[in-house]
T-cell receptor, first 112, second 111 residues
Framework: NAGVTQTPKFRVLKTGQSMTLLCAQD?????MYWYRQDPGMGLRLIHY???????AKGEVPDGYNVSRLKKQNFLLGLESAAPSQTSVYFC???????????FGPGTRLTVL | QKEVEQDPGPLSVPEGAIVSLNCTYS??????FMWYRQYSRKGPELLMY????GNKEDGRFTAQVDKSSKYISLFIRDSQPSDSATYLC???????????FGAGTTVTVRA
């Protein structure tokens, strides 16, 4: 099992460009999450999904959109990137019981 | 005030020492308590978890939960340089989709 994988690992964007981050999990988990991690700010929840076709806002959703068209995939989109979105992005998933989340390796995004 | 408080450190100890990490929280409804280990430039890795109160031991690692004091701890015995990482506590209620995280404590074990 690969667990949770993220694509790409690194990306540099210019202000105003768009991109999509892909998260995939092979554990048949219902719930999936997108976080950002910044120095001194810890992990902050951007959006999450409790099942295929559903999404919900987290703590810092502005400037991001998400889609969960397939159970195993959760996409995070930036329509018009801003320097404030420079961060490390982590995807996570969990089953419906137990509360344990499993994280991917992260995507390091720089917006110039 | 944050829901989960964790001293960010940094904490530096010599090899072989006991590392003691802790978090305090304010929400008495939390029932699942987790510790994640995050190496530099990697994703958080689930290290230990405990349901409700009590202790759990796994090799050199011991997790403790004291719900009456709203306080959780992680102890690392016989620490090794490979234990150098950031340790994050996390917790949640039953039937809650989201985790509440501490800020993480950065630990360095000196050889």
């Amino acid at each position: 099992n690969a667990g949770v994988t993220q694509t790409p690992k690194f990306r540099v964007l210019k202000t105003g460009q768009s991109m999509t981050l892909l998260c995939a999990q092979d554990m048949n988990h219902e719930y999936m999450y997108w976080y950002r991690q910044d120095p001194g700010m810890g992990l902050r929840l951007i959006h999450y999904s409790v099942g295929e076709g559903t999404t919900a806002k987290g703590e810092v959703p502005d400037g991001y959109n998400v889609s969960r068209l397939k159970k195993q995939n959760f996409l995070l989109g930036l329509e018009s990137a801003a320097p404030s979105q420079t961060s490390v992005y982590f995807c996570a998933s969990r089953s419906t019981s137990g509360g344990l989340q499993f994280f991917g390796p992260g995507t390091r995004l720089t917006v110039l | 005030q944050k829901e989960v408080e964790q001293d960010p450190g940094p904490l530096s100890v010599p090899e072989g020492a006991i590392v003691s990490l802790n978090c305090t929280y304010s929400n008495s409804a939390f029932q699942y308590f987790m510790w994640y280990r995050q190496y530099s430039r990697k994703g958080p890795e689930l290290l230990m978890y405990t349901y409700s109160s009590g202790n759990k031991e796994d090799g050199r690692f011991t997790a403790q939960v004291d719900k009456s004091s709203k306080y959780i701890s992680l102890f690392i015995r016989d620490s090794q340089p490979s234990d150098s990482a950031t340790y994050l506590c996390a917790m949640t209620r039953s039937n809650d989709y989201k985790l509440s995280f501490g800020a993480g404590t950065t630990v360095t074990v000196r050889a």
